[in-house]
């Protein structure tokens, strides 16, 4: 007996995924079923199918079988955590489907064998590409009612072709001249399996092949002997190979080799490469040409010296041929030719860096063999990818501690260096990411300096920028207004409102700014961002660390523009105002909190409005 209410038809739709099956019981010899409340009479096991009628409260209904379709609200599974949802339906003997939730069967379990009913939609499947030996033809199976689960077959001149049951198929050498179709077999539960036949493709025609880039090596000089080499071609054929002096067959040198002769001085030899392969058609592709002729009595490698960085001069060193050639020069990135680089000098580019950078010379004179010699490659340095500017946390004033943020180097793992700056002077022994204030410094300009390292790579420097040290924290106002200088925005909210409202905790100090939707969001000081994107309560928000647990929070932007462990400057963008998550209008929620509990702090102590932030007041931003 079902231990919940039943329900009306009017049930939310949910997804049937989430049906745990029940233990299987005893199926009655004639089931029935009594109808709890009138209900609809539907074509399918569907809320949304037609519908066929109604059934009344307290009729009975002799049940033909069952079947799992559109989960509804209403009945509560014993088997099923916490209640749940039911997707069992019953065919009745007038055809129509009925929710289990709507009728009593005595049971919690399917009182009837599952429904075979036939697909109501089941098109012939059609094959997709070109019949021919080596391309790929597809099964296509159309839209069948209800959707299905397919299994292939595919046909070779109406023959299954063994382990051929994948959607794809690549015809074989044997299928050439052989039709094929593909067999496509629907199945769901609930209705019987159903298979169709696409109709035959015309006979398989030859392949084509693909061929390689045939390569001729060796020295093309009288008396020396060259090699051919096909390349890589698809599929592997069988090759014939046929020499050329200036695009003329040379008679006899048909192998994979040629000798040089006197006559081909001065001449251009390529070869040709004829591929065959059982059941397509034969391809053909000719090599590069090579300059026949003598040798150069010296022909010395070129080398090549400067600098490893971007905006580095190169210089070749060419050395001295013989006999004097024409020379033409090369510079190379990664083996290609750099555009524009053929002089015997280069400066290295942005485009260079992290490649290996070489010189090709090439000579070329009557009577001589061309000739390209090729220096040894300099492997260039890479640049840092990020290389942010350092930040200085903490408050400049004398008897404090503050600490420079260098950032997240990459890549790779960067050695990073600091050295502390007083008015632009390195401070003898200041080389730690932290340092303590003394009463000397008031009044001195204080930054650090970045050096970041790796082997590879360009020494890359960066220095924060600087700030007056005071004498003492009393009257210190480390914030600016989170917008840019010169903007003005209505109060809509201040700390007295928000102490008020729920989780006063988190929000008791915040200040909510009318900036509507789109507006530049800037950093109130200078940090570390330890948060960017979308928090667990659906606002987009980024949160910048400042040291001493002390974080400010920018809440309900519509977009952010930096990301985690980025160094923020005080006023440098950091996304744009909105109203995601928990808002009920766009706005700015600014809140100093700490960074660990995320809990509000302290009222911001800005230069502009100090710790009063009434409601309905406008707020000028300094923020430079």
């Known amino acids: 007996m079902k231990t919940r209410p039943v329900a009306a038809f009017a049930a939310l739709l949910l997804s049937a995924g989430l049906l745990l099956a029940a233990p299987p019981a005893t199926l009655a010899a004639t089931p029935t079923g009594t109808v709890a409340v009138k209900t609809q009479k539907m074509s399918k096991p569907t809320l949304n199918s037609p519908q066929l009628g109604w059934y009344n409260a307290k009729q009975n209904l002799a049940l033909t079988c069952y079947a799992r379709g559109q989960a509804v609200t209403g009945y509560f599974s014993p088997w099923l955590p916490n209640g749940g949802f039911d997707d069992l339906w019953y065919k009745t003997s007038d055809g129509g489907f009925v929710a289990d939730i709507d009728i009593d069967t005595k049971s919690n379990s399917p009182v009837t064998p599952a429904c075979t009913d036939p697909f109501t939609t089941a098109p012939n499947p059609t094959v997709s590409g070109t019949a021919a030996v080596g391309q790929t033809l597809r099964a296509l199976p159309g839209s069948w009612d209800p959707a299905a689960t397919f299994g292939y077959q595919w046909l070779l001149a109406g023959t299954p072709v063994a382990g051929a049951t994948a959607p794809t198929w690549t015809p074989p050498a044997s299928a050439l001249g052989k039709t094929v179709s593909v067999r496509v077999t629907g199945s769901k539960p609930g209705f019987a399996n159903a298979t169709r036949t696409s109709t035959a493709t015309p006979a398989v025609t030859r392949g084509t092949l693909i061929p390689g880039t045939p390569v001729i090596s060796g020295i093309p000089t009288p008396g020396q002997t060259l090699t051919a080499t096909p390349g890589t071609w698809s599929p592997a054929p069988s090759y014939s190979y046929q020499w050329r002096r200036n695009g003329a067959a040379i008679p006899g040198a048909s192998g994979t080799s040629y000798k040089v002769v006197a006559a081909d001085t001065n001449t251009d030899l390529t070869v040709l490469v004829t591929g065959n392969a059982t059941a397509y058609n034969p391809a053909s592709a ?133 050295q502390w700056l007083r008015n632009g002077t390195p401070i003898p022994g200041a080389t730690n990411s932290t340092l303590a204030l003394s009463s000397g410094q008031i009044g001195a300009q204080l930054s650090v300096r970045v050096t970041a390292t790796q082997p590879g790579f360009t020494t890359a420097v960066r220095t924060s920028a600087a700030t007056v040290v005071s004498a003492t924290t009393a009257g210190l106002k480390p914030y600016r207004l989170p917008f840019p200088k010169g903007r003005s925005y209505s109060i809509l909210q201040g700390p007295a409102e928000h102490a008020k409202g729920i989780l006063p905790q988190y929000n008791k100090d915040a200040v909510d700014f009318g900036l509507g939707m789109g507006s530049p969001v800037s950093a109130s000081a200078s940090g570390l961002v330890v948060f960017s994107g979308t928090a667990t309560a659906g606002d987009v928000e980024v949160r910048i660390d400042h040291g001493n647990n002390r974080c400010t929070l920018y809440a309900h932007l519509s977009r952010v523009s930096v990301t985690a462990g980025t160094p923020i400057q005080q006023g440098q963008l950091l996304g744009y105002s909105g109203q995601s998550g928990m808002a009920s209008a766009p706005h700015l929620h600014w809140n100093v909190i700490y960074c660990d509990s995320q809990i509000s702090r302290e009222v911001p102590d800005s230069v502009e409005l100090g710790t009063k932030y009434t409601v309905g007041t406008m707020a000028t931003s300094q923020n430079g």
């Open 286 to 418: 000719l090599s590069a040409p090579v300059r026949a002729g003598k040798q150069f009595a010296a022909a010395p490698t070129p080398t090549i010296s400067g600098g490893l960085d971007a905006g580095s001069r190169l210089t070749a060193v060419v050395g001295t041929w013989s006999p004097a050639p024409a020379l033409g020069y090369q510079w190379l990135r990664n083996g290609t030719p750099i555009a524009g680089a053929t002089g015997t000098a280069y400066v290295l580019t942005a485009a260079d860096a992290g490649t290996s950078v070489s010189f090709r010379t090439t000579a070329s004179l009557a009577g001589y063999a061309a000739t390209s010699r090729t220096s040894a490659a300099l492997a260039t340095r890479r640049a840092f990818a990020p290389s942010p500017v350092p930040v200085i946390r903490g408050y400049f004033a004398a008897g404090q501690t503050v600490t420079a943020l260098a950032g997240t180097w990459g890549p790779g793992n960067v050695a990073l260096g600091y």
